[in-house]
Every structure is written in C-alpha cells, then in structure tokens.
C-alpha cells in the first residue's frame, strides 16, 4: 500500500482547519485514514501547527510521500510545535 501524508480539511466555512494525516495514496483526502499525526489552523490570532515528530518520522522511515501542501508548512520549522 502506498502511503501519502496529508492535508485533510474539515472546520467550518470560512474556518478551516486541517488534520495531517497518513492516508492511502490512491484514497481521496476526505476519505478514511490510517492516522491522525498533527493538526494545523491557519485562521485565527495565532497560527498553530502541531505535529507528532515520532509518528512523522515513523512514517517517512517507511516510505511516506509527503503532499505538496504539507511540505510547504514543514518548511518554516521555527512555527512548527514538535509534540510526543
């Protein structure tokens, strides 16, 4: 199974939030996933992202493609909350 992490919207219009998922890659984003690995909310006095660091690098160690959308956050380490 090929594995992908990535950006799963849900909130309300207007307010997103998004949940970084590892996810089948051939599945569409809203569908089921395999794990819940962080959360991201853009909108708001402050910017949050948070991230499960072992489970990130537990699924880049077998062979997690990471999204577009979420390489573009993991960029800019210094926003980013590293969380057990």
């Known amino acids: 199974m090929a594995v992908a992490l990535k950006l799963m ?48 690098e537990y699924w880049q160690s077998q062979g997690a493609q990471i999204s577009e959308g979420l390489t573009k956050l993991l960029k800019n380490k210094k926003k980013i909350t590293f969380t057990e």
Do not use: C, M, W
């Open 9 to 56: 919207r849900f909130g309300k219009k207007g307010h997103p939030t998004y949940r970084i998922v590892a996810i089948d890659k051939r599945k569409p984003r809203t569908s089921e996933y395999l794990e819940n690995i962080g959360i991201y909310q853009p909108v708001g006095t402050k910017t949050a992202l948070s991230i499960k660091k072992s489970r990130l």
